[in-house]
């Protein structure tokens, strides 16, 4: 049998939606039973590069899973390339410690792309541009939008083109009137899905992709602050793409970068070549971890 390649957009009541090149029309695939969820893998998720074999009556069968490039677990979603981090100039204010975490999080993740968009941008703007300076130099890209006002909207919309992009950010931010905003398509799907979330503790959450512009963007926010706890401590400074440079120059390995004398990082610190900002809010992140793990092991001893 002749096997084509798809992309698997969404999964509902144990059928696999398959989208290939050569349909307009979604195909719904079984899967076989080599790819069944057990407590050792995840199964096929959304987002999975798969084979699929045709049966005469239209439907199909996933027969093989290609190797995935990202994969985010809550929920599920496989092969994101991109995450837009959303936040607000104000209503509610930019907090920063908020988005060291989202960025911590993505970096961690693995994901290709990281950006961050600054909405209701009609708000505010004049004193949170020094503060967005900071993550400009640290490496990250930064679009200053407003959905209200379809500002930036262009430069957003290029962002998506071909890849796929997750918008994670807290509430309130507008990632579902950004969406609203860029296509009255998407819109329907995100209201969706949120009704779908509000109805009750039994709904689990599933991922779905929503086809634009030679990409997709999946409707879940992708990450929650909750699984900061799972980073390795001793990681953490990697998820710092401005540190990286200095990371071999400590006179301790392992270095925390937080007290050992000599420290590659705290000399960046000092000549100015890593902002305070960024520093104060590796400190708290790695306080954070360090004390959720020890939570964590406290729980497991008693
Ligand atoms: N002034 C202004 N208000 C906006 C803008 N974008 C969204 N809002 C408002 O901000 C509020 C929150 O917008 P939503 O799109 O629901 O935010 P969200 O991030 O999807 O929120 P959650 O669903 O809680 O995650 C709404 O009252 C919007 O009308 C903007 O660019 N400017
Ligand atoms: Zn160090």
Redesign the pocket.
Known sequence: MQLEEGRVIKAYNSFFYVQTNTDSELVACKLRGKFKKTRRSQGVVPGDKVLIGRLPDGTGVVEEQLPRESMLRRPAVANVTQVIL?FAAA?PDLHPLLLNRFLVLAEWSGLKNILICV?????HDGDIAAFLNLYEQAGYRVLRV????KQGMAELKEALAGETTVFA?P????????LNAIDDSLSLATGQV?DKIKRGKHTTRVAELLPYEQGFIVDTPGFSAMELGEIPLEELANFFPEFRPYLGKCRFAPCSHTHEPDCGVKTALAAGEISQERYEAYEAIYKEIQEAQQLKRKKEYK
Do not use: M, P
């Open positions: 959303t209503q909405n209701k941008a009609d708000l407003s959905a209200k006002e950010g509430s309130g931010v507008g990632k579902s009137s950004l949120s």
